[in-house]
């Protein structure tokens, strides 16, 4: 709100979902990945297993080329990337919860070392040297989801941070746990997807058939877990976001829809898992590669759903989506948005009209486009400029309901992922008349002409 | 100020934690991180200007490609310490230098994805015997992008009263005097540094006792980083009074009149600056002047290290006016602090067994390795 803003014709939380889901397809099998390996390679060892050996080995170079370049980069992109989307909720997090970044950064040195130096140890150091390589780099790996699964839940649970503001309350949140359990499951799932490809180069038959076997029983375990842990997350939710995508009217039909894709997809995915473990020696890459695809829906999907159901804050109940604070509502209205927007503030000519863009750009522009996604002209299409006004109104009466103590249920209210317009009297009506002017000119006059 | 009122509110939420600490691990994790970032900025720069023609020539190009397989995904890891830092304490500069280029910023992570790749498919063809060369210079372009995006966002970062113009255009993001020999200082310490690794290894090698062929071979690499060092850190010492003299006038006087914290760190940059340029060229034979490369090499990354504090003191100089107003709150959350030095103290103490156990332990003759 107090920063430039970022024009993206496909819009900011598009380029966030687009980094963030790329990274997490990723880095979710770096944690799996991990942990796969260095079972496979202890069997290996144990059992002098040439076939486990070559599957871990293979494996390794998966974790190398996707994980520790693309996941790495990836991972810093989303950070790259929320902070010029969303720079205010990036610094509240950031001031959140930095010694908990800090303490994930120390596991990604030893992820990413230990990474490097068990792919470039391959015949080169006695096995058990291998197998602590491999190790710690699972445990430093799976440590980094148990210390950003804090952060991310928190988010969309905060739960006693609310009132307490300190670190503990906010990453011990009320979905920490059973988000920590379903993405376990995730990590599980996807080490048996993406290393079943590395288990199909192995030349002999009855070999390849116990190796995409074992993955396949990875994959199983880990969408029982996956799935245990989802049920867990959504009994987890507070009930007005339950309420949003569960129950027999829920509020957001979209979200409903998410919900029964991502089962649906995990669904099939379980079933072409199940057609590995059956029939291994049947196994072909078409397969594994439609039940990865089905992998990805699912956590895609589930992704999507958690995003979705924290509209219209970015930090539930305590920060919207367009970085004003619930606390600041009141201040706003009386000293007007515009003076805590300086960038926006510069779109203001003196006209009315140029007082109005500028509130947009503060208020509406992180989640709005003018002819892309969200786009403002589209969905005010049919509108006028009485029916603007009356919008506006209805959500400048929802700023009332959250600044009046209690948080409102936002499930009631009549624009239940829009934040409250805040602002004076002359910016409301400043920012009605910005509007009426993207309003195409032909339904200005029908409604005139009516 | 002029430009001030541009300057975002401060974040209403304390900073936890003092503000020195903050400081502290900010200077020695980018420390770290810049010594990495010089390995891969310079090495992938000598290893273009090298190619794999001639067998000394390939023998630098081997040694910086496994080089950067390690320095770049540990440069990375070690770029998000201070990344972190920087947004602590200097959140609303930082967030409003990237928004004011933001795809150049976004490109900089894809610019190093393909720099990053460029190294595992170089070490590849280099083995199948295949030419390298080209990808190699993509990869140095790469770099040097990255580079000059950071030095770009950085110098935004400290100068509010540049975001206007900037706002209007790439032109005004880059118009700064002090782009171009901040640019090439940090480039020419990664040169120097790089160039004298190279002759250092260089010695290192031919110290194993080797054959008479591969001994020429290992002089042509040490005396190839003797002189890429020293050329370096001649361009260097130029460069670095142009970079001194074109900081804005109020800054440079601001910075000389910080007193010996300030002083004293410059000094011995210079000073170490001169004593690297007098040591490098009374190198005539470096195999046979072996202590001087491992002289060479601690010269330069001394020299980085009190550089890297007069940055930090530079910046607190270029900013003072934007944050004279600027009261930030801390709390001092002692218990959390403290798992994270406990954490820290254990896993770099974990990652340097594992590293050292990694490098030294191998099969005894008739045992299997992994």
Redesign the interface.
């Known amino acids: 709100m107090d920063y430039p803003i970022w024009h993206l014709a496909f819009g900011g939380g598009v380029l966030i979902g687009i980094v963030a889901i790329a990274h997490v397809l990723v880095s979710h099998f770096a944690v799996g990945g991990g942990i796969a390996m260095a079972l496979v390679e202890t069997l290996a060892v144990r059992r002098k297993d040439a076939a486990l050996r070559q599957l871990a080995y293979r494996s390794s170079w998966i974790l190398i080329l996707v994980s520790t370049v693309f996941g790495a980069i990836t991972g810093v992109g989303i950070w790259f990337t929320i902070g010029l989307i969303h720079p205010t909720a990036t610094s509240a997090l950031i001031r959140t919860f930095v010694w908990g970044w800090a303490i994930e950064w120390v596991f990604f040195i030893l992820e990413v070392a230990t990474a490097v130096a068990y792919v470039a140890t391959w015949n080169k150091v006695r096995p058990r040297t291998h197998l602590l390589l491999i190790w710690l780099y699972a445990f430093a790996a799976f440590m980094s989801l148990v210390v950003i699964q804090g952060i991310i839940s928190y988010m969309l649970t905060p739960g006693r941070w609310l009132e307490t503001k300190a670190f503990w309350d906010g990453f011990l949140n009320p979905t920490y746990v059973p988000g920590l359990v379903m993405r376990t499951g995730i990590c599980f799932f996807l080490a048996g997807a993406y290393m079943a490809f590395a288990a199909l180069r192995e030349q002999n038959g009855e070999a390849r058939g116990r190796l995409v076997r074992l993955m396949a029983i990875f994959q199983v375990v880990g969408i029982l877990v996956a799935y245990g842990g989802y049920r867990w997350w959504e009994v987890a939710l507070p009930d007005p976001i339950r309420a949003l995508f569960l129950g027999d009217a829920p509020k957001l039909a979209a979200l409903a829809a998410t919900r029964s894709f991502l089962l649906w997809a995990l669904a099939a995915y379980l079933v072409l898992v199940l057609f590995a473990l059956l029939a291994p020696r049947l196994q072909r890459w078409p397969v594994t590669a439609v039940a990865l695809i089905a992998a990805f829906a699912f956590f895609g999907g589930y992704e999507r759903l958690r995003e979705g159901a924290r509209k219209p804050y970015i930090i539930r109940d305590h920060m919207f989506s367009n970085g004003v604070l619930v606390s600041d509502i009141e201040r706003h209205n009386q000293e007007g948005i515009l003076t805590h927007a300086r960038w926006a503030a510069r779109e203001d000519d003196g006209s009315l009209e140029g007082k109005g863009r500028a509130v947009f750009r503060a208020q509406c522009a992180s989640c709005h486009t003018l002819d892309g996604y969200l786009s403002i002209r589209r969905l005010l299409a049919s509108a006028d400029a009485a029916m603007v006004d009356m919008i506006l109104e209805i959500m400048h009466e929802q700023g009332d309901a959250y600044a009046g103590g209690a948080l409102p249920d936002t499930t009631t209210l009549d624009y239940p992922t829009m934040p409250p317009f805040v602002g004076t009297e002359e910016e409301r009506r400043a920012l009605g008349v910005y509007l009426t002017t993207l309003v195409p000119a032909h339904v200005a006059e029908v409604r005139h002409g009516r | 100020m002029a430009g001030n009122?541009?300057?975002?509110?401060l974040?209403?939420?304390?900073?936890?934690?003092p503000l020195w600490l903050y400081h502290v691990?900010w200077v020695v994790t980018f420390l770290i991180h810049i010594l990495l970032v010089n390995a891969v900025l310079g090495g992938s720069f000598i290893a273009a200007w090298a190619g794999a023609a001639k067998a000394d020539r390939r023998r630098i190009v081997e040694l910086l490609l496994q080089v950067n397989?390690?320095a770049i995904?540990?440069s990375?890891?070690?770029?998000?310490?201070p990344?972190?830092?920087v947004?602590?304490v200097l959140?609303?500069f930082?967030?409003?230098a990237?928004?004011?280029v933001?795809w150049w910023?976004?490109g900089?992570?894809g610019l190093?994805?393909v720099g990053?790749?460029l190294n595992?498919l170089a070490k590849w063809r280099l083995a199948r015997g295949e030419g390298v060369r080209h990808w190699l210079v993509l990869q140095a372009v790469c770099f040097l992008l990255v580079t000059l995006i950071q030095v770009v966002v950085n110098l935004l970062h400290m100068q509010p009263q540049r975001w206007e113009a900037a706002?209007a255009g790439l032109a005004g993001a880059l118009a700064d005097p002090t782009l171009i020999p901040r640019f090439l200082h940090f480039l020419l310490a990664a040169l120097a540094m790089v160039g004298a690794m190279v002759a250092w290894v260089a010695v290192r090698r031919a110290g194993t006792g080797v054959a008479a062929a591969e001994r020429s071979e290992l002089d042509g690499m040490a005396r190839f980083g003797v002189k890429f060092a020293l050329y370096a850190t001649l361009l260097q010492l130029i460069d670095g009074f142009w970079l001194l003299f074109a900081l804005p006038e109020e800054v440079l006087k601001g910075f000389m009149r910080s007193g010996p914290a300030a002083m004293i760190p410059l000094t011995l940059g210079i000073l170490a600056g001169v004593l690297l340029l007098v040591f490098l060229a009374q190198v005539h034979d470096p195999l046979a002047q072996s202590g001087k490369a491992r002289r060479a090499l601690e010269l330069v990354m001394a020299a980085t290290a009190v550089m890297v504090i007069t940055r930090h003191q530079v910046r607190e100089v270029y900013l003072a006016p934007a944050r004279a107003a600027e009261e930030l709150v801390t709390t001092a959350?002692w218990g959390?602090?403290a798992?994270?030095l406990v954490?820290?103290v254990a896993?770099?103490a974990?990652?340097v067994y594992?590293?050292v156990?990694?490098a030294t332990?191998?099969?005894a003759p008739g045992?299997?390795?992994?």
Not at chain 2, 5 to 9: K, N, R, S, T, V
């Open positions: 009122e541009l300057i975002p509110a974040d209403p939420m304390p900073v936890p934690g691990l397989t390690w995904p540990l990375i890891t070690f770029g998000i310490a990344l972190l830092f947004q602590v959140g609303r930082f967030y409003t990237a928004l004011l933001p910023w976004l900089l992570l190093l994805m990053y790749y595992y706002a959350p959390l602090i798992l994270f954490i820290f896993g770099v974990t990652t594992a590293m156990r990694a332990d191998r099969p045992e299997q390795a992994a």
